[in-house]
């Protein structure tokens, strides 16, 4: 596999970061992932602006010619590991670079902030995205800035161990008796016909598939209710999902064991996956 890391392409295996790189000493960094679906890189623009937003909050310089040249790097990295074909994943991620002493404080602004690209082959999973997953809930143990996709993935790293010691298919997390998101994932309810999901704040991360699903709905008259749903409200829900660049839109059909709906994916979500997957296809 070949890979992208600062200026140069290079195999997976040569491409090796400082250990005085802030990225690995304090997650002082931000990531994206971005779909590639037979050559091109599925709502491209809508994941650099997020990237360049939370570049700008935390006042990571990464502007000029660098930044520019980011979507041929991607393109070349299409090419060279052969994903013109099929699915893949973009990898990006800028940390703040290099910097001695190790301090907290952020190094001057001349410091070149690392970046690396990476491009790999993805295969959806299709059992769970026709069958729907097996939920569990647990405490949203994150800090106030989850608006912004930072390489500090440890609470999320423990919900998916959680997720695999327990063989669950889906996580939902829970801040202070509300649902907020997965760890790699939006939530979305239907209740009642309307489908409810946790509104942007600094408690989730606006995914850009949830705008996606934002626009479907809007095209086939399903109402939205940006309002959070409650820890026990939710298994009462008729549907569950959850949505994201590698999760698609996945159905829950139990959470902690409360079967929810029919106990099977149900029709706005079906709804929902054929207009995500129209759009993965044609745009
Ligand atoms: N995760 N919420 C969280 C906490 C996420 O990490 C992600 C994405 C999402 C969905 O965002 P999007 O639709 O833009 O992918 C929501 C990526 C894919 C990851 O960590 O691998």
């Not at 699915?87 to 910097?99: F, H, S």
């Amino acid at each position: 596999m070949q890979v992208y890391l600062n200026g140069r392409f290079s195999s997976r295996d040569d491409a090796a970061i400082s250990i005085n790189d802030r990225g690995f000493l304090f997650g002082d960094g931000i990531y994206e992932v971005i779909r590639i679906i037979n050559g091109r890189l599925f709502r491209l623009d809508a994941h650099m602006r997020r990237m360049d937003r939370g570049l700008g909050v935390l006042e990571i310089p990464f502007t000029g010619q660098q930044r520019a040249e980011l979507p041929a790097i991607m393109g070349k990295l299409i090419a060279d590991n052969r994903l013109e074909k099929g699915e893949g994943t973009i990898y990006l991620q800028i940390t703040r670079g290099a910097a001695l002493p190790r301090t907290h404080a952020y190094p001057p602004d001349k410091t070149p902030p690392t970046v690396l690209v990476m491009a790999s082959p993805f295969v959806p999973v299709k059992e769970i995205l026709e069958k729907g997953g097996h939920a569990i809930m647990v405490p949203d143990i994150r800090w106030s800035r989850c608006d912004l996709k930072t390489i500090n993935l440890l609470p999320n790293v423990m919900a998916a161990h959680e997720e695999k010691k327990r063989n669950a298919g889906g996580v939902l997390m829970v801040r202070d008796g509300f649902i907020t998101e997965g760890y790699k994932n939006n939530v979305f309810a239907v209740i009642d016909g309307v489908l409810w999901t946790y509104p942007d704040s600094p408690y989730i991360l606006s995914g850009i598939t949830r705008d996606v699903v934002f626009e479907i709905a809007e095209q086939e008259g399903i109402a939205v209710r940006l309002c959070p749903v409650g820890e026990k409200q939710i298994f009462k829900a008729d549907e569950v999902m959850l949505t994201g660049t590698i999760t698609d839109i996945q159905p829950v059909v139990s959470i902690d064991g409360h079967r929810i709906g029919a106990g099977r994916p149900g029709p706005v979500t079906k709804r929902l996956q054929q207009g995500l997957r129209h759009r993965m296809d044609t745009e």
